[in-house]
Structures are given as C-alpha cells and as structure tokens.
C-alpha cells in the first residue's frame, strides 16, 4: 500500500470562518456559517432578492367578467382589482405559480406561465 503524498503549504493569512479539513492527498476548505440562521437560507429567501419573476400571468380582458375570485384566492395578494374591477398584477416577482388563479377562474381568462421551464431539473419521472 503507498503512501498519499500531502501537500504541506503554509498560508500566513487565512480567510475567518472558514475550516481547514486535511484529507489524505487533498486540502478542503469549508466555509462556516456565522449563525444557525444561515443554514436556513435556501429558495425562498433567494427568490426574495430575485429580479426576474418566475412565472408570468396572462390575463384575457375579453373573457374576465371581473367576479373578483382571482384576487380572493391569491395567496400573495399580488393580484389586485382596478376601479373597473378589472384584474392587474402588483408585484410579478412575487408569484409563486401556484395557478389558484388560473384554476378557479370560471371564464378561463388567466394563464400561469413558468417563465424558464428548462432550467427545471429532470429527473426522468412522468
């Protein structure tokens, strides 16, 4: 059995929070997280900084008789209702295509939209 030769390199400074794990034949650095918080952090604190909305609400005007269900049922409350009672989005960015929208509407005048389906992970279910 040989021997795995280790690099033995000594860095004057290191970067704070990070922790210096030897392993035979190779060094690895692991950043540390300052707080229990941040290992918390994952889609949904991202999608909070996010500028380009995920999905993408389609309204027909034609078809909307304005009844005012689309609004109710957003559990986002981005969809709001005009003076006309008309419905309009307020904050796009914030959808997250739960399609409650488009479900219950009973003109079928919203379509839910994933703006980037090809950046979905395929993992080869049906």
Same mark, same amino acid.
């Given at each position: =059995?040989?021997k ?5 390199e000594?860095k004057d400074?290191?970067p704070?929070?990070?922790? /210096? *794990?030897?392993? +035979?034949?190779q060094?690895? *650095?692991? +950043?540390?997280p300052d707080? +229990? $918080? *941040?290992?918390?952090e ?6 909070k900084h996010? /500028?380009? +909305?995920?999905?993408?609400?389609i309204?027909?005007y034609e ?6 269900? @689309?609004?109710?049922l @957003? ?7 005009? *003076?006309?009672g008309k419905p !309009? #989005?307020?904050? =796009?960015?914030d959808c997250?295509?739960c399609?409650? @929208?488009e479900? !219950? @509407?009973p003109?079928?005048a #919203?379509t839910? /939209?994933?703006?980037y389906p $090809?950046r979905? /992970?395929d993992?080869?279910?049906?």
């Amino acid at each position: =059995m040989q021997k795995r030769k280790t690099r033995t390199e000594k860095k004057d400074s290191q970067p704070e929070g990070l922790i /210096k *794990e030897d392993l +035979p034949g190779q060094a690895s *650095e692991t +950043p540390q997280p300052d707080s +229990p $918080e *941040e290992l918390t952090e994952g889609y949904w604190d991202r999608r909070k900084h996010q /500028k380009r +909305p995920l999905y993408t609400i389609i309204f027909f005007y034609e078809w909307c008789k304005s009844c005012g269900i @689309c609004s109710a049922l @957003c559990p986002q409350k981005i969809i709001l209702q005009d *003076e006309t009672g008309k419905p !309009h #989005i307020e904050a =796009m960015d914030d959808c997250i295509g739960c399609r409650s @929208c488009e479900v !219950h @509407c009973p003109d079928f005048a #919203i379509t839910v /939209k994933e703006r980037y389906p $090809e950046r979905r /992970k395929d993992d080869g279910s049906k």
